[in-house]
Nanobody
Framework: QVQLVESGGGLVQPGGSLRLSCAASVRTFSAYAMGWFRQGPGKERQWVATITWRRGTTYYADSVKDRFTISRDNTKNTVYLQMNSLRPEDPAVYYC?????????????????WGQGTQVTVSS
């Protein structure tokens, strides 16, 4: 059973930056891809970005493209989300997720394991 633990959320001013981390705790790590999602109050969970574990290929939602960067550290089984130029529409609970097998990794149903989420607040 993979356990995903997010960290790095917090309060930031508009235009500011945060870096989220998600560490996978498992004896034998196996993943095709990892992704980040976010969910605001009263909203559906929204896909943010995905990275394939082996090749590091990245994919982004249009709403975060050119502002957010997903990356991974294979040696630490950790995925990151660098968020720059944060906007008032970005606040949400951010979740990381893992997909084991090759295939589409762009909607919540595509992923097998989830973290508990970390809160991001953007306010002046």
């Amino acid at each position: 059973q993979v356990q995903l633990v997010e960290s790095g959320g917090g309060l930031v001013q508009p235009g500011g930056s945060l870096r989220l981390s998600c560490a996978a705790s498992v004896r034998t790590f196996s993943a095709y891809a990892m992704g980040w999602f976010r969910q605001g109050p009263g909203k559906e969970r929204q896909w943010v970005a995905t990275i394939t574990w082996r090749r590091g290929t990245t994919y982004y939602a249009d709403s975060v493209k050119d502002r957010f960067t997903i990356s991974r550290d294979n040696t630490k089984n950790t995925v990151y989300l660098q968020m720059n130029s944060l906007r008032p529409e970005d606040p949400a609970v951010y979740y990381c997720a893992l997909r084991v097998l090759a295939g589409r990794a762009a909607v919540a149903a595509d992923f097998d394991s989830w973290g508990q989420g970390t809160q991001v607040t953007v306010s002046s």
